[in-house]
């Protein structure tokens, strides 16, 4: 890899990391990040802050929040990377960007649902015992 290359990879990596950030903390609301883990298994009960109504959700709108907050995050990154490569010159082929992208947002929402017995845990579970790759056959 060149200095270029080199540089340009941690360029795009800061503004990516610094979108992921907005994204998260920023631009996701309230809803979103309470219920986003929902399940059946263990509803969560929201309050909304200005009216104080309590309502019950789960895995349907656990699976629904979890998506809008990762279509928001990528979304977010997207535009700060994009506006970042721009002024700092950088030309990014749009497929590898779509494809970071969606690497970055399906991971995201994996990583965000957090439901007992789902992929986290299931991989947490393999890798405590050693063997992944009993987990497939």
Same mark, same amino acid.
């Given at each position: 890899m #060149?200095?270029?290359?080199a540089?340009?990879?941690a360029?795009?990596?800061?503004? *990516?990391?610094?979108? *992921?950030?907005?994204?998260d903390?920023?631009?996701?609301d309230?809803?979103?990040?309470q219920?986003?883990?929902? #399940?059946d298994?263990a509803p969560?009960?929201y309050?909304?802050?200005e009216?104080?109504e309590?309502?019950t959700?789960?895995a ?7 998506l809008?907050?990762c279509v928001?995050?990528? +979304?977010?990154? +997207? =535009?700060?990377a994009g506006?970042? *490569?721009?002024?700092?010159?950088i030309? =990014?082929?749009?497929?590898?960007a779509?494809?970071?992208? *969606?690497?970055?947002?399906?991971t ?11 992929v ?10 050693g063997? =992944?790759m009993a987990?497939?056959?």
């Open positions: #060149s200095h270029r290359n540089a340009v990879f360029a795009l990596l800061g503004l *990516a990391r610094a979108g *992921a950030k907005l994204g903390f920023w631009i996701q309230s809803f979103c990040a219920v986003k883990g929902a #399940s298994a969560v009960t309050e909304h802050p009216t104080k309590k309502t959700h789960g349907a709108d656990g699976r629904n929040a979890c809008h907050h928001t995050y990528t +979304a977010t990154q +997207a =535009v700060v506006i970042g *490569a721009r002024a700092l010159g030309r =990014v082929h749009p497929g590898a779509a494809a970071a992208l *969606a690497v970055s947002g399906i995201h929402y994996i990583a965000d649902r957090r439901v007992p017995g789902g986290l845990e299931t991989l947490l579970r393999f890798s405590v015992r063997d =992944v987990g497939l056959g």
